[in-house]
């Protein structure tokens, strides 16, 4: 059975923006390294590791309003991460897996962000939705046998809380179960 996942058309995903501050024009590893950038590798030897986030905010705000959100506050040229995980197990495509994120400062490249709705300082996750993500994690480790990780947000920009207390100490279980080893060790920083 195929995971489902639904398409940036069924959410009305608006297209990148190339002229924010933040992810301004195209990559280029010698003039705009922090430029939108399009994998040519193939990705199942670029993609590495899976983190883990929270939205930090109600359940209700989805992929829409979050993109907005990081094109109009953030600067960044999409919505941050790859996946977005509704409250009640549905998962939506947020920006392209062909394309760097921008969701773990220092450590976008070959790493796939996943969020979460919801504020897990305050609250748990809803079990349909650990499910999901499971679920999520096991088809992208499937996808790309080169994915040997999964980390939080916090653990690779130690300032942050994310993905919060109550989501943050079930990631060695979700890495566990999925055969992924836990942490940082797994991201290769670019050669540029």
Known sequence: MSLMITPRASWNALPPDHSVKDEHGLFDPRTNLGGWRVYTEPLDQVLRTIVIHHSALAPTFGAAEIQRLHIEKRGFADIA????????GKIFEGRS??????????????????????????????????????????????????????????????????????????????????SLLYGTGGYVRPQY
């Open 81 to 88: 991460y790859h996946f977005v995980i509704a409250a009640d």
């Open 97 to 178: 897996i062909n394309v760097r994120g921008a969701h773990a400062e220092g450590a976008n490249t070959g790493s796939v962000g996943v969020v979460a709705l919801g504020n897990f300082e305050e609250a748990a996750p809803p079990e349909i939705q650990l499910r999901a993500t499971r679920e999520l994690i096991d088809h992208l480790r499937s996808s790309y046998p080169h994915i040997t990780h999964l980390a939080g947000h916090c653990d690779f920009n130690q300032d942050s809380v994310c993905p919060g207390k109550h989501l943050y100490p079930l990631l060695k279980i979700l890495a566990r179960e999925a």
